[in-house]
């Protein structure tokens, strides 16, 4: 079982719907967790960090983190073409620990 | 403020050959970090440096070499370049290391070996 599991997609999504993007992990002591996004051919650009379970909103944008279930999943609401990018999870086992990336959902807002 | 900078964004190799890639942060930030992105493989990372003066091997280290020049500049070496190092690298850079600190990456460099 990988570390950090996402779907590859692509998830394709119309303009305005609400896309949601999940990772599972699976270390249970897992403390931190990030969002990155990844247009083709630029670098990882942060979205967002969650630690505590519950959700975590920043614009169109919210995290929602589970941790009895080890999920860790994003919400993007009013999708945009602008979106279009790859979506990598990352998780930290605990506080002085590496981060482990999975290997990204591809998504595609279409007009 | 330019963030995290690498040098070059390009770079050819043939096997054998070696060279040294360049991270630059201007965020005043102490750890810094190397990773290598590979079609179906995620972000793996290389090696680390959780501050100045310290070194620390990563997922994937053999065929590389590292070098924390002071605060801002963290370099890796490849000494003998192989078709399996062709890749894209990423610098990272946070303000403290492990969890509870975010990474910021670089624009990467794009190498291939042939």
């Known amino acids: 079982q990988k570390e950090v599991e996402q779907n590859s997609g692509p998830l394709s999504v119309p303009e305005g719907a609400i896309a949601s993007l999940n990772c599972t992990y699976s270390?249970?002591?897992?403390?931190?967790f990030f969002w990155y996004r990844q247009y083709s051919g630029k670098s990882p650009e942060l979205i967002m960090s969650?630690?505590?379970?519950g959700d975590k909103e920043d614009g169109r944008f919210t995290a929602q983190l589970n941790k009895a279930s080890q999920y860790v999943s994003l919400l993007i609401r009013d999708s945009q073409p602008s979106d279009s990018a790859t979506y990598l999870c990352?998780?930290?086992?605990?506080?002085?620990?590496?981060?482990?990336f999975g290997t990204g959902t591809r998504l595609q807002v279409t007009l | 403020n330019a963030g995290v900078t690498q040098t070059p964004k390009f770079q050819v190799l043939k096997t054998g050959q070696s060279m040294t890639l360049q991270c630059a942060q201007d965020?005043?930030?102490?750890?810094m970090y190397w990773y290598r992105q590979d079609p179906g493989m995620g972000l793996r990372l290389i090696y680390y440096?959780?501050?100045?003066?310290?070194?620390d091997k990563g997922e994937v280290p053999n065929g590389y070499n590292v070098s924390r020049l002071n605060k801002r500049e963290f370099s890796l070496r490849l000494e003998s370049a192989a078709p399996s190092q062709t890749s894209v690298y990423f610098c990272?850079?946070?303000?403290?290391?492990?969890?509870?600190?975010?990474?910021?990456f670089g624009p990467g460099t794009r190498l291939t070996v042939t």
């Open positions: 965020m005043n930030h102490n750890s």
């Open positions: 440096s959780a501050s100045e003066g310290t070194t």
């Open positions: 270390d249970r002591v897992s403390q931190s």
């Open positions: 969650i630690y505590s379970n």
């Open positions: 990352a998780v930290c086992p605990g506080t002085a620990s590496k981060l482990t």
């Open positions: 990272a850079s946070s303000e403290g290391y492990g969890g509870l600190y975010e990474q910021y």
